[in-house]
């Protein structure tokens, strides 16, 4: 590894394609040992970042290391580094998962043995599928064979662009728990993807991006610490006078089918108390009142609308 503290070091990059901003000085760290998901709406950049990790793309401007190597003055140094999953990979279906392993380990600069593909295919989960035909692999299946291919040569730095997509729960937690296997020895992840939930599970660090644009970057611990809190109550009676009662004192109500949310801003005193009483002194019997913080995704839409706002406003 170079000299650096950082698996990936990004800094002022940015792309232009055909005169359109696709990305604008984007800048971001990856320690060892961190889960990074790179999150943002559809066409946000997302997949023009991570291919330019790659070095599948060029930045327009800027610069890349992967391990303390530059991806384009030192590319074999830095891919040597990494293993990826950009959109659905592509294997040899007529072949078996074992002999598509074979004929990317046979392209490998360094010699990856027999043994090290079956030992690769049984930790990612193929154990006893390795020479059944790539055809009739589950889709799950499939995204276990794309780890296995990402990570046979024991890269340090994973780079996974929507990687979940199409993968039913048990393939999920599979997936999470072959993440958390390789950050073990102090490897890095960048993942992308909208399944906001899932990545909460996994990431340490979040960079939200929108219109080419960083808005955030930080820890995922952070980012929600200063999100706003929702109060879900649950009433036992008549839920619609619950309702008005609480918006004739000025709180914001949604009603959730049985039960009803407050969101309050994460600097706000906490009004359960308030709420209680009030409630108690208009004879509505209270069964539940939960304090619970923004999910990622509620955080996330947030720090978008109002993105999306300040530009409109700009
Ligand atoms: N080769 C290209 N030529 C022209 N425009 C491109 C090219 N590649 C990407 N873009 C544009 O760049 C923007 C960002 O695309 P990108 O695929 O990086 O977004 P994304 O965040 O990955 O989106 P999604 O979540 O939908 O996958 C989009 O508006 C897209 O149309």
């Known amino acids: 590894m170079g000299n650096t503290d950082y698996l990936i070091e990004v800094t002022n990059v940015s792309k232009k394609i055909k005169n359109r901003q696709i990305l604008d000085n984007i800048s971001f760290k990856i ?7 790179f999150i943002g709406p559809n066409g946000a950049g997302k997949t023009t970042m991570l291919k330019i990790l790659t070095g599948l793309m060029f930045p327009s401007s800027g610069e890349i290391k992967i ?9 074999e140094q830095a891919a040597f580094n ?3 999953i950009i959109e659905n990979p592509e294997f040899y279906n007529y072949m078996s998962g074992f002999n598509n392993l074979q004929v990317f380990a046979d392209m490998s600069r360094q010699p990856i043995s027999k043994n090290k593909i079956m030992h690769t295919l049984a930790t990612t989960g193929l154990k006893g599928a390795e020479h059944q035909k790539v055809k009739g692999y589950s889709l799950g299946m499939r995204q276990r064979l794309g780890v296995a291919n990402a990570t046979i040569h024991q890269p340090k730095v994973l780079i996974l662009d929507e990687p979940m997509n199409g993968l039913d729960p048990e393939g999920m937690k599979d997936f999470r728990n072959l993440m958390k296997n390789f950050i073990r020895n102090g490897n890095s992840i960048i993942i992308s993807s909208h399944l906001l939930s899932e990545l909460q599970e996994i990431v340490n660090d979040i960079i939200i991006v ?3 644009r ?3 970057t930080g820890t995922m611990a952070d980012f929600l610490s200063k999100s706003n809190n929702l109060i879900s109550i649950e009433v036992d009676g008549d839920v619609l006078l619950a309702e008005k009662i609480l918006q004739q004192n000025g709180y914001q109500i949604t009603n959730q089918l049985n039960s009803l949310e407050i969101t309050i801003n994460q600097n706000d005193h906490d009004p359960r108390a308030k709420i209680a009483k009030l409630l108690v002194e208009n004879n ?5 009142l939960k304090l619970t913080h923004y999910s990622l995704e509620d955080s ?8 999306n706002q300040k530009r409109v406003n700009q």
């Open 284 to 288: 509505i019997p209270l069964i539940g």
């Open 300 to 307: 996330f839409l947030d720090t978008i609308n109002s993105d």
């Open 210 to 212: 929108n219109h080419g």
């Open 31 to 37: 320690a060892p040992g961190r889960i990074m998901g």
């Open 82 to 84: 990494l293993g990826t």
């Open 67 to 75: 391990c303390g190597h530059n991806i384009q003055q030192d590319h």
């Open 214 to 216: 960083q808005i955030y």
